[in-house]
Structures are given as structure tokens and as C-alpha cells.
């Protein structure tokens, strides 16, 4: 067995420049793999953590109105029905306090934030904005959400303690070139009122940065002239992944309508899908390449090498042997190669911090979000070790099937 | 059957009724015709014949690198006939040696290397034992101070006598040689053949060599002729002057 490690590596080393750059594509097919799948996963990753530390995992918000129907049976005894087809509800919810308590009871809910949301014009008196107003109570929101953690300007204090506070997405407030301490007038359909910029935040996701503010809730029913009710509960849960189980659940037991954050973000997650599967189809069409350039390169080796090969049988080396050398071969190409290719891969993707990412309404940011995953690698060695597999075994039993006797003759006429 | 002039104990190679064609159908052509051989410890057998004729093609069979059609061999009392391939190639590593009439060295290796690879039957023998036997043969052959060098950078008739050692490497029983000396100049050719003739008869190996070269086959304990896909006892007739080698002359039956 030594000796077939021995035999495999020079033969292998016969054809440096064919195997250098068998290696390279394998080399590099791992490579490209492991930073398109950092990437693509780190941007959706990212994604997922934004739009749940922002909006929450469930949203609760309309109360549905039931149909009632009444029917007969075969014993003439009436029965009654409810159903929620059709599109009935009621907007909002209007008894927070009872909602609250029955929706606590649900296991697996870590938080509920009420949240009063309308739409208005921002004016800083140069600038007019269409914006969304998200009215909170900041002692129920600021748990759940991570809205402290993206404040780039101003701070959780000052916002807590000024009631005309505002906090303002980082987009929109270059759009209307306000800065912490200014004042922005606020019109909604229904009034008009002016408010203090306490803080600036900055989620990453464009969406939410370019139209959100954040006022008390107080003050946003002032504003949207909602005394009472109207309101959504923004529910944080202990498993996100469980969010559209939950939603259901809620739903049928409470009445309103119960929205998951993949159900929300549907269109989002698909693309993302999309972009880390056409990514990864496109890697391994270059691992796929690799392993053609490695299966031609094994098989003029053993057209190269027959009378070696035979001479190796004549010695008493067995068709075992021979195909043992081959995979051996392969093995080697697919250890370097995956090593190499591990190696590129990590400074690759250290490297791709060092390149701005911006995704029109998706992502603006200088350093792109990394996801730095073992599966990753792992995935791209076991992608490789089929590739390699297929590309070295037809070779490998090829020349196990080389007849030494003749071969031998062949070459000594 | 073929028998030695005065033949004792057990032959080390025995091939009895040999049957071999190659081609199929109508371009079958028949190579070996129901041949019979023995070979005895420390004999040394001279295959001659025209170019074509088979002698490869015996060689092959009686090296357990093809099976024959039809017949039988016998390698240390052992028939081959049924035995696998397994059992087919540790009777090669065990007990047979090739030369070739290309020195077929391993490129890639050099010479000690070379050696080294042919020797798998030592396994469980210490590296340094089976590198100091390597050696030893290499210097034995004439080319110690070499044991480092690949096989191009050595000229034919060292090649040639680095091909005989490794074929001598793992101590077969038989040796057989394909017209080892047929690309060699004569001063070359009757070194390697005075190795080979030295180095089995040493260790009392078994020698069948294929050659064309007449002056050697003649130093050999028997000379055959194959005709017609069989072997025939081959008499010379000294011709007046004779060249080292000749053409193929037609064999005297006794």
C-alpha cells in the first residue's frame, strides 16, 4: 500500500502543469464556492436578523369577522356554523389589554410591542418626505426590538425622555437633512404637529431606513387622530424558525389576522433562495469543469503509462493494484485540492469584506455581512469528493483493465 | 515433451500442452500448437526463432501475464491453471523475473527505487535490510555508484544491467529474459548476458531466454527452436565465420 502512495504521487507529478491546473480548478471551484455561499447566506442572514429585530417574528393586527351558517342534518336538527372566508375584519386591534393576556398564554412568545402604524408627509421646511409612522411604547418595544443597537445618532435616553421625540431611519434623514436636535413637522390626514429628531438609526436594510419613523405611541394617536385602538402587536417568539406555525395557531384561537415574518418577507426569502442556488449551480459547474480537466488528464496517464502499468503487473502488482494508484491519485488531487481551495476560500471571503455591497433597496452598507459557516466547507469537500470520485474512477478501472502480456509485446515488436 | 539431456528432480517451470491464438474467427491465428516445456533449477533455456513466431507470446504465458488457450503451467510444482488473478500476481512478485529487450525501467524512479519496488515479497523485512540487498545488487551489476541516477541518465547497456538486477531483486526462481541483449552493441550485450548467466547460476535460478542472438543462445545448457507453434531441440551447425548475431538458421532435428 506504500508503495501504490509512492507510485500514485510520481506518476502524478509526471504531469505537473496538466495536474497544476486540475488543482487550481478544484482549487478554485472550492474556493468560489465557499465565498459565494458567505456571502449570499451572510446577506440573508443579516436580512432575517434586520427584519426580525425591526418588525418582529409575528405581526397581529386585524380581528377577523366570522360567517355565520346554519344548516339541517338528516334528523331535521339545526347546527351552526362559523367560517373566516372572504375578507371580512375588522381594522386593528381594538382591546389591546385583553389581546395581550391571551396572546401571552401562547408558549414559545418572549414579547408583544403595540404598535399604532400610519402614514404622513415629513417636512424639515426645505425637504418633504412620505413617511411611515410607527407609534411604540419604547418600554415594551425596546426589549424586543434592536432598534438601540442601530442608533448611529442621538440615543435611547433622549428619545425616552422628550415625548415629541422622533427617531428617524438614516436615509430619510439625509433625504430631509436633519440631524439629531432638529425639527421635523409631521402631516397626516388628519393633523399636523412638529417633533424633535432625538436619535438617527440605521438598520442596513433600505426599505426600512429610506420612510420609518419612530414616535410615542401616545403621540402618533394624537397625530392619526386614534384615540383607541387601530393598533398591531409586533410579537417576538423564542424560535423565529416556528413563526408561521405559531401565526396559524394564533390566528384560529384569537381571530385577527396573524402574520409570520416568512410569510411577510416571502418575496425576500425567495429571491434569496434564488441568488444562493443559481450562485451555487454556477460553482459547481467550474468544480465540474475541474473534474473533466482531471478525468482527461488521469485518462492520458494511463495511455501515457501503459507499459509501466504493465511492468508494475509483470512485478507482480495486482489489477487492485493498479486501480488502488488511480484513486490514490484522486484522493491526492482531491486532499490538495480541497485544502488549497479551503485556504483561497477564507481569504477570499476576508477579502470581500474590503468591497462595498449595495443592493438598491435591499442592503447599503460599506462592509458586507459574512456568514463564516464549517457547512460551507464541508459542503464544498463533499461536492469535490463526487466530482473527483466519478472523474478518477473510470480512468482508475481502465487501467486495471490493461492486459500486461500484451502491452508488453506491443512494445517489443 | 521437451526434457534436459540429463534432467533430475522437480523442474521449477513447467508448461505442458500450450495452446494459444490470437485474433478471432477467420483471422485466428494459431501461436502455440500443444507446446510442452521444462525448466530445472539453475538451467539455463534459449528460446530462438524468427521474429513473430510466438517466443513473446510463450514468455507472456509462462510469466502468468496472459492465460493460454488451452494447457497448463506449472511454476515450483504449483499449477497456475485455476488460480486467480490475485494468486497469479504473488507468484510473479514471489518466484518469476522479467528482462525485457527494452530496459522498461520505471522513469519516474530512480534506480534504487527501481529495485525497491520490485522487492514487495520482503514486506516485514526491515527498509534498511532490503535497501542494503538493493544496493548490494546494484553494485553487483556494476552500476553502485549509480543507485541515485533515473534511468535516462544512464546509457543502454547500464540500463539494461539495472533492469537484469531488478528482475533479480526480489529472488525469483526463474528468470525470463525477451531478448535482453537484442538492442545492446556485442561488448554490452555479452555483459549482460554474462550477469545473467552469473548471477542465476548463483543462486541457482531457472533461465528460459528468448533471443536471436545465436553466440549467446549457444551459451546456454539448451537451445529451442520454435517452429510452427512448438518447441524443437535446435543443433548448430557452425557455420565458417559467423557473426555474433545471424539470421535465423533452419534448425537440424536430432
Known sequence: MQSNWIIAWRLLVTRKWAMALTLLGVALGVALFIMAQAETQGLERFFVRTVLGTNGAIRLGDRLQD???????????????????GKLYVQGIDDPEALRSAVQRFSGVKGISEVLEGQARASSGIYTEPVTVHGIMWEAHFPLSSLDEQLVQGSVASFKEAPEGLLCGSFLARRLGVRVGDWVDLTSNAESRRYRVTGVYETGVEDIDRNRLYLHLPEARVLFHRPYGGVYFQITIDDPKAATALAVQLEDTLGHHALSWQEREQVWLDIFWLIRFSSSVLVCMVILLAGVGMFNSLALLVLEKQRELAILRAMGYTRKDVRQIFALQGVMIYVIGTLLGWALGALGTCALKYIPLRLRGLWVGEEPALAWEVDHYLTAALIVAVVVFFASTIPARRAARLEPGQVIRGSAL | MILPPSSTGQPVLRA?????????????????????????????????????????????????????????????????????????ARMRSDALGFVFQFHFLLESFTLLENLLLAMRRFRGVSTAAVNERACALLSEVGLGDKIHRRPHELSGGEQQRAAVARALAHDPQILLADEPTGNLDTAS?????????????????????????????????????????????????????????????????V
Not at chain 1, 360567517?67 to 372566508?85: K, Q, W
Not at chain 2, 528460459?208 to 535446435?234: F, K, W, Y
Open chain 1, 67 to 85: 360567517t355565520l351558517h346554519s344548516s339541517t342534518d338528516e334528523e331535521g336538527l339545526l347546527a351552526i356554523t362559523t367560517t373566516r372566508e
Open chain 2, 16 to 88: 505442458s500442452g500450450l495452446s494459444y491464438a490470437l485474433g478471432k474467427a477467420r483471422r485466428r491465428l494459431q501461436v502455440l500448437r500443444s507446446l510442452s516445456l521444462e525448466v530445472y533449477p539453475g538451467e539455463k533455456v534459449a528460446i530462438i526463432g524468427p521474429s513473430g513466431c510466438g517466443k513473446s507470446t510463450l514468455l507472456s504465458i509462462l510469466g502468468l501475464l496472459e492465460r493460454p488457450d488451452a494447457g497448463e503451467v506449472w511454476i515450483k510444482g504449483v499449477s497456475m491453471a485455476k488460480a486467480s488473478e490475485e494468486e497469479r
Open chain 2, 189 to 253: 550485450a555479452d555483459r549482460v548476458f554474462g550477469l545473467i548467466a552469473y548471477l542465476a547460476e548463483k543462486k541457482g535460478q531457472g533461465v528460459v531466454l528468448v533471443t536471436h542472438n545465436l553466440s549467446i543462445a549457444e551459451r546456454c545448457d539448451r537451445v529451442l527452436a520454435m517452429q510452427d507453434g512448438v518447441l524443437i531441440p535446435h543443433n548448430f551447425v557452425k557455420p565458417k565465420k559467423r557473426a555474433s548475431v545471424v539470421d535465423f538458421p533452419e534448425p537440424v532435428l
